[in-house]
């Protein structure tokens, strides 16, 4: 391709698809069930108009801003995925792309770059652990994050295992052999531009999770840390709370979906929390979290930071979201897909698009700061969010 740069998320998507393996594409679709979740969270944005002015816009918007300590150039955190297969540099170039643009980045225990090289990358990197193992095991976690020098936690509460999927679920191999390569090949073959980027840089998918151990302990398989979580009985609050005591520094709870639950957030001494449906990966019929965040901002929206989660595809998605009540977003699929296209600089494409997206409808809607947005820029329908 002699050029590589995209002008929507929607274009990287669809390259990234023509150039992913099926299986790969298909894990990063993801979804549950008929996927009503994940449709909701892109036609919720849909149902929200704004009320743009026709003269004396700001000649310049600041929409800069802090989230859990940290400063950022606009209100966007890079979501923690696993990314796997998607690109060779994985976390590690994501890590330097939002350096290079001035936002924060989340990382998975399951992401296949190790801590210590993602924060060499970009210093504001914020672990993300699930509640899976013993407690010893998830102190330990915390330690190697904290020694790495991550600047904040992430906890992820919100999916119910639910696998089941109408389209089809994607083979995710436990490892790369020779056996699962050969399973693999007619569709590794019809991707040849992804192969290339594999083999020159003399890689193959590892599949392995470095964050889920600590020291010399085996890299595992997703599948084997996978199954780890999935039998881990389900945290308390009283849980939480307890493992928000074993960071000392600012800790989020990903997953919130309700006001009361929100407040009990606040009662575990969480900075942050995310509203989020994990990208339509929790039960299916989950409301988008946007449809929720009125409700959860007005319940807590002095007491902690809220960001939301899902769905953001868009800069006006994103000032949709800081007009009803959130601090910042965060992204997951729109990123990746910069990432399986272009790489590192693929990933700036992506913030480079919401960063214009975000300046052009706050001049649109006559705002110079991100602090003057609110619920009256906003054409909410009367049936958009659930009853409270």
Request: glycine fraction near 12%; proline fraction near 7%.
């Amino acid at each position: 391709m002699s050029n590589a740069w995209f002008e929507t998320v929607a274009v990287a998507q669809r390259r990234a698809k023509k150039r992913l393996p099926a299986s790969v594409y298909g894990a990063l679709i993801a979804g549950a069930e008929a996927g009503v979740s994940i449709g909701d969270n892109l036609t919720a944005f849909d149902e929200l108009g704004f009320r743009p002015v026709t003269a004396g816009q700001p000649a310049e918007r600041d929409m800069a801003t802090t989230v859990m300590g940290q400063p950022m150039s606009m209100p966007v955190i890079i979501s923690p995925t696993g990314v796997q297969a998607v690109h060779p540099e994985g976390e590690v170039a994501v890590g330097r792309a939002g350096a290079a643009r001035g936002v924060p980045i989340g990382l998975s225990s399951f992401a296949s770059s190790p801590i210590e090289s993602v924060v060499e990358a970009n210093p504001q990197t914020f672990f993300q652990i699930y509640w899976a193992g013993d407690r010893d095991s998830m102190v330990a976690r915390l330690g190697r994050a904290k020694d790495a020098g991550a600047v904040g936690m992430i906890l992820t509460l919100d999916w119910s295992f639910s696998h089941g999927r109408d389209w089809g679920s994607p083979d995710i191999p436990q490892s790369m052999g020779i056996r699962t390569a050969l399973r693999h090949a007619p569709e590794v073959m019809a991707r040849p531009r992804w192969l290339a980027t594999w083999l020159r840089q003399g890689k193959i998918p590892a599949l392995g999770v470095p964050n889920f151990v600590v020291g010399d302990e085996p890299v595992p398989g997703f599948m084997d840390a996978y199954g780890v979580w999935m039998s881990t009985p389900p945290p308390t609050w009283e849980d939480v709370a307890w493992l928000r005591e074993q960071w000392d520094g600012p800790f989020m709870v990903k997953g919130v979906h309700r006001a009361d639950e929100a407040r009990r957030a606040v009662d575990a001494g969480v900075t942050a929390i995310s509203v989020s449906n994990h990208g339509g990966n929790n039960i299916d019929g989950a409301a988008a979290p946007i449809r929720v965040l009125p409700e959860i901002a007005a319940a807590v929206g002095d007491d902690i930071e809220v960001v939301i989660d899902g769905g953001i595809r868009r800069g006006s998605d994103v000032v949709k979201a800081v007009a009803l009540g959130a601090k910042a977003v965060m992204i997951g699929r729109a990123y990746l897909w910069g990432l399986a296209v272009n790489g590192q600089a693929g990933v700036e494409n992506v913030l480079d698009i919401l960063r214009n997206g975000i300046d052009a409808t706050m001049r649109g809607i006559g705002k110079g700061s991100l602090a003057e947005l609110g619920p009256d820029d906003i054409v909410i329908p009367a049936d958009f969010s659930p009853p409270a």
